[in-house]
């Protein structure tokens, strides 16, 4: 099964213009994205997706592979579905170019739990939030699933709400959904062409898509982590993840 990764990054963010290029500890945050990835053992290749030629000169400019594409797109699987239509691969992973990824080995678990349920149309990952103030927070979106592992919905409030629950033994807890998925590549190039959804518009959430229009997706729950750069702030939060990181692996 040959696997495709793709990072979609453009340079015009409402909340961070240009965040792609800001530099987090001497390197470009596209450039630590693309590096993370990059130690993933099952990705037979591995691109950047960008709208604007200075993200694409970084990336070949430290030796990674880079692929233009139109500047009309909606969100950031749109511009990943126009690069996979032209690569041979079963499996294509979108790894969104905002998100630092503690562990590359995490594309393998989104990838993996693609593989391990055949009904499924895409994957992704999430991991137990345990700080208040991210369960509150409408930049760390939160997911719910079924029994079975599968996506129910995503949201930028907290999810599930526990304020009606009476009794002291409510057992629950609160995931936060990591920005990375897996496509079966010709699901991924049906989704692009699905109209857009009321909920999907209404949290600003592009996978809920999927699930309006009746897909299923998959989520395996990780114990690694990430950080999200959604705003200029974010540069420290990231720069105090990378420094635990290194300081972890001494």
Same mark, same amino acid.
């Given at each position: $099964? =040959?696997?495709?990764?793709?990072?979609?990054?453009?340079?015009?963010?409402?909340?961070?213009?240009?965040?792609?290029?800001?530099?987090?500890?001497?390197?470009?945050?596209? =450039?630590?994205?693309?590096?993370?990835?990059?130690?993933?053992?099952?990705?037979?290749?591995?691109?950047?997706? @960008?709208?604007?030629?200075?993200?694409?000169?970084?990336?070949?400019?430290?030796?990674?592979?880079?692929?233009?594409? /139109?500047?009309?797109?909606?969100?950031?699987?749109?511009?990943?579905?126009?690069?996979?239509?032209?690569?041979?691969?079963?499996?294509?992973?979108?790894?969104?170019?905002?998100?630092?990824?503690?562990?590359? +080995? $995490?594309?393998?678990?989104?990838?993996?739990?693609?593989?391990?349920?055949?009904?499924?149309? /895409?994957?992704?990952?999430?991991?137990?939030?345990?700080?208040?103030?991210?369960?509150?927070?409408?930049?760390?979106?939160?997911?719910?699933?079924?029994?079975?592992?599968?996506?129910?919905?995503?949201? +930028?409030?907290?999810?599930?709400?526990?304020?009606?629950?009476?009794?002291?033994?409510?057992?629950?807890?609160?995931?936060?959904?990591?920005?990375?998925?897996?496509?079966? =590549?010709?699901?991924? !190039?049906?989704?692009?062409?699905?109209?857009?959804?009321?909920?999907?518009?209404?949290? /600003?959430?592009?996978?809920?898509?999927?699930?309006?229009?009746?897909? +299923? $997706?998959?989520?395996?729950?990780?114990?690694?982590?990430?950080?999200?750069?959604?705003?200029?702030?974010?540069?420290? +939060?990231?720069? !105090?993840?990378?420094? /635990?990181?290194?300081?972890?692996? @001494?």
């Amino acid at each position: $099964m =040959r696997v495709a990764g793709i990072i979609p990054a453009r340079f015009s963010s409402s909340r961070f213009a240009g965040k792609a290029l800001a530099p987090i500890r001497g390197k470009t945050l596209i =450039r630590h994205v693309y590096e993370r990835a990059l130690s993933s053992p099952c990705l037979n290749e591995l691109l950047v997706a @960008t709208d604007d030629s200075r993200i694409s000169q970084e990336v070949v400019g430290f030796g990674g592979k880079a692929v233009l594409t /139109s500047p009309r797109h909606r969100c950031g699987t749109e511009r990943v579905a126009e690069v996979a239509g032209g690569l041979d691969a079963d499996i294509v992973v979108n790894i969104q170019g905002d998100e630092l990824l503690s562990d590359g +080995r $995490m594309v393998d678990e989104c990838v993996s739990a693609l593989c391990e349920k055949p009904s499924a149309d /895409s994957s992704t990952l999430a991991a137990e939030i345990t700080e208040e103030s991210e369960i509150i927070s409408p930049n760390v979106v939160k997911v719910v699933t079924d029994l079975s592992g599968n996506a129910l919905f995503f949201s +930028r409030s907290p999810i599930p709400n526990t304020q009606y629950s009476s009794g002291s033994d409510l057992q629950v807890s609160f995931w936060k959904h990591i920005g990375i998925y897996a496509f079966r =590549r010709d699901f991924l !190039l049906r989704f692009v062409e699905l109209s857009q959804t009321p909920l999907e518009l209404a949290e /600003s959430l592009e996978q809920l898509r999927i699930l309006e229009h009746g897909g +299923r $997706m998959a989520v395996a729950v990780t114990s690694h982590s990430s950080v999200s750069i959604d705003v200029p702030s974010d540069l420290e +939060r990231a720069t !105090l993840f990378l420094e /635990s990181l290194e300081k972890a692996s @001494t």
